[in-house]
């Protein structure tokens, strides 16, 4: 039979249905307790299908079950397809099994004839996952599922018994090193991680550039420019927001010694706060005005857009709404703990210079007067306001920042044009990072690289 590509020579293509002998699954009843109490087989469901190999499961029934119920038992070496779960949205999970089990009434098992490699056929169903998914989903059910007579007469290249051993070896071993080199992708990560810790707590105290200040006159101390601030806002009628609820900043601890010149100063002395407000989903739209949230807010320091976390506001909202315009290099803090990562809460962005968007609940702009506003990214990513954020005692499963807390963040500040000797320092020493030497996604295009060289017949001579 014709397949959807050439294949090499001395394969062909046969059809998934004929390819051994298919199982269904059952389940048996949970009123009798002889078919489930101190059984030892194992009972597969979707829930096992986690892994390319199955070796047991979550729940097992006995040899009573087997004998007098739907579950039949299903022979080593057969694979096994989810055909019936919410997981067939994005995913058609396929194992091969290493021991005789049972399966539920949501999958099915292919025990494949002598001449076939049910790891061969494995790994095949992976790399044809989408097409699956796309050509053979069952339409107007509310589960999703796949139709099995469809999926039956789906083709499959076979070569020769042991060109599909050679394959799936060589399969197997491209895979551990992909495995080794995402490992090691994961300890660079964490490496990179304490490396940036590091820099950025040199930074922020002195120590980053204490050769620089060496012989150096200074026109304005960090303490004249902080005075100076002062007067500047006294001028403009901005008053002070007041300290944290306890009325003292809640990094006291942090006050250690700093270079000459240098001077501790808090949030509300240097900076003013304005926090977002809510939008109305229903009028989001595919154009207009962007809208900043949360998701928008990656660790690089930098705003991420990508279609899926990009929502849109007709530009009337922008018009109405100018004071709660953001533009370029402008700095973003996320007030809310949406996620299990350390640094979500309190995370601050710098918007770029084509960034044009409203600011979204749960944000707010930080807005510096005189102080370099790229040292202040620094600072907000720098140990001293994350030791700052973990002290915050809010009271709340999904934790809150309020700006009336932010206010009372005491940090150093340099001279300005330390400030931006620093600055520059920070984005030279971070300018090879992690997320530049790899996208995470490249290993998944790796493997799936892998499989299509497999079933084309080029992975193995």
């Avoid at 660079?188 to 810790?197: E, G, K, S």
């Avoid at 902080?226 to 609820?245: D, F, H, N």
């Avoid at 009271?395 to 920042?401: D, F, K």
């Avoid at 963040?409 to 330390?418: G, H, N, S, T, V």
Wanted: proline share 6%.
């Amino acid at each position: 039979m014709d397949g959807p590509w050439k294949l090499p020579d001395g394969w062909r293509w046969e059809l998934l249905g004929s390819l051994g002998d298919w199982y269904g699954g059952g389940t048996p009843s949970k009123a009798n307790p002889a078919f489930w109490t101190g059984g030892s087989v194992p009972w597969v469901s979707a829930k096992d299908m986690k892994a390319d190999y199955i070796d047991d499961a979550e729940d097992k029934i006995t040899d009573e079950a087997i004998r007098n119920s739907a579950a039949k038992r299903i022979p080593s070496g057969s694979v096994v397809c989810v055909m019936r779960s919410g997981i067939l949205k994005h995913s058609f999970p396929v194992a091969v099994t290493r021991r005789d089990v049972t399966i539920n009434q949501d999958l099915r098992a292919l025990h494949p004839r002598p001449d076939v490699d049910p790891r061969f056929l494995a790994y095949y169903l992976r790399r044809t996952a989408d097409d699956v998914l796309g050509e053979c989903s069952k339409n107007g059910t509310t589960v999703n599922s796949i139709e099995a007579g469809r999926l039956m007469r789906r083709p499959v290249p076979l070569p020769a018994p042991g060109t599909q051993r050679r394959i799936v070896d060589r399969i197997e071993e491209l895979f551990t090193e992909i495995g080794e080199g995402r490992r090691s992708y994961a300890r660079a990560c964490m490496q990179f991680d304490a490396y940036r810790r590091s820099v950025l707590q040199a930074a922020v105290m002195g120590d980053l550039t204490s050769d620089w200040r060496r012989g150096r006159s200074v026109s304005e101390t960090g303490g004249q420019l902080v005075e100076r601030i002062a007067q500047l806002r006294k001028e403009q009628g901005v008053s002070r927001p007041g300290r944290s609820e306890n009325g003292s900043s809640p990094n006291e601890a942090e006050r250690s010694p700093l270079p000459a010149d240098w001077t501790w100063a808090t949030w509300d002395q240097v900076g003013s706060s304005q926090n977002g407000r809510a939008f109305p989903s229903t009028d989001y739209s595919s154009e207009g005005v962007k809208l900043l949230r949360p998701g928008n807010l990656s660790a690089s320091g930098a705003l991420a857009w990508t279609p899926d976390n990009t929502r849109r506001l007709p530009e009337r909202y922008a018009a109405e709404n100018d004071d709660l315009l953001v533009r370029g290099g402008e700095l973003i803090m996320n007030l809310t703990a949406q996620s299990l990562r350390d640094d979500f809460l309190g995370r601050v962005c710098r918007t770029g210079s084509d960034d044009r968007c409203l600011l979204n609940q749960r944000l707010a702009r930080l807005t510096p007067s005189l102080v370099d506003p790229e040292f202040l990214l620094r600072v907000f990513q720098s140990p001293i306001f994350r030791r700052f954020v973990g002290d915050l005692n809010t009271g709340s499963l999904i934790q809150h920042m309020y700006t009336r807390q932010l206010a009372g963040f005491a940090f150093p500040i340099p001279p300005l044009d330390e400030q931006a000797e620093i600055a520059r320092r920070v984005r030279t020493s971070l300018s090879v990072a992690p997320d530049d030497w790899i996208d995470v996604s490249t290993v998944d295009a790796l493997r799936a690289g892998v499989l299509a060289a497999a079933f084309r017949g080029d992975l193995v001579a």
